[in-house]
């Protein structure tokens, strides 16, 4: 089975979409990666949908993509004796450690952390930003504040400090326990909440010990100020629109998201752009007009991946749902001026000997009439070079581990093919050319590109490029063997 499109689809699994019928409908109707909520469910739960997941794998013959996204710790204020306080405008209100249930004049916040790190004026903000409040005097146990926008305040409701750092690890010890419970259970990726700094990212790599690749959600103000040096230690970035959207102006989040897409793709690194991408279909069977022109707006912008949250893990139309978003990529991609704008997005590469060879052989595809571009990978840095110039012709991962393969299903474009070990560049032009025409890319007159490092087995050394003909016996003419 092969998409359509290029730009993936990840699907969250919850409550709606659980049974084997409904994952296998998921990805039928083009879910090219699921996505494991470990902020709900437990492990027994998750550890089904993780087989269940495999199980389809196996059936349709294609690689599918695990990601699993830890929850990352959570800043809650406590209880209230009334169980929910209104909060005026203007007002003054206190947040401090004291166990006492909370009332109209103060309540419970149990993170000592955050206190020690509030200056005066700093915000609060409480369940996703309704209620904002100003910091006007703090000590180590407490925050006086002036209530700036007033609502409803209730029991346990998130709180988001934007704009400082806070001295609080990415992971929690739920994050450390789920971290390893899905890296056994064999997960691709794992998505990091809560990144304020590399040192957030470095933390869950030596913890994966190579299980997995990390991937980093960027949804604080902190991470934005480090995303260069973020970047360069993550596996691949998430831009989490909902959190960011809550800590900073919510007009700033597309700029945002068109500037942390652009610097993933210069370096060639995948990126999600997810949160509340078909919202309305959680209750409708259609989206909005202005959901539509969003997808189809990360779309344009080259990202790898487009993500469903709570349309597919909770919504009445989880199946419609990733429907629809198929159909958005389909359109988008097959009109002209999504050619046009990828091209012109086009950004230059680092001069090195794989990126020259990764950009030859785009060149060569769409000057010539060339139907594929086969990159034959180990490690994955072939194929990632491969997405990175986002050519107009299809491009085939080719790789002998089934745990690439697995991994790549979530790169832009990239159709994972997972291949016999191969010791000489021949015999993968070979591999190459057969899964062209097995898989509907190519016919036996047509001819491919085909990149690869050799010597094989060593990741990182792009630095050959064939243009061969499908044609098996035309591969081996006037070659020794």
Known sequence: MRRSRNVKIVATLGPASSDREMIKALFEAGADVFRLNMSHGSHEETAARHRIIREVEHEVKRPICILADLQGPKLRVGEFANGAEMLEEGASFRMDLDEAPGDAS???????????????????????????LKVTACDDSSADCEVIVGGEISNRKGVNVPDVVLPVAALSEKDKADLEFVCELGVDWLALSFVQRAADVEEAIVLAKGRAAVLSKIEKPAALTELDAILEVSNGIMVARGDLGVELLVSDVPPLQKRIVRKCREVGKPVIVATQMMESMITSPVPTRAEVSDAAQAIYEGADAIMLSAESAAGDYPVEAVTMMDSVAQSVEHNDPYREVITNGQIPSAPSIANAITAAAREVAETTDIKAICS??????????????????????????????RRLSLAWGLHCVVTEEVERFKLAVVSAARAAVSDGFADKDDHIVVTAGVPFNTPGTTNILRVAPCDEAKIYAGEPH
């Open 106 to 132: 103060r309540v419970r916040l149990p993170h000592p952390e955050i206190f020690t790190a509030l200056e005066v004026g700093s915000s609060l903000l409480v369940n996703d930003g309704k209620i904002r």
């Open 376 to 405: 034959f990978t180990h490690s994955g840095t072939t194929a990632l070079l491969a997405a990175r110039e986002r050519p107009s012709v299809p491009i085939l991962a080719l790789t002998p581990f089934k745990g690439t393969a």
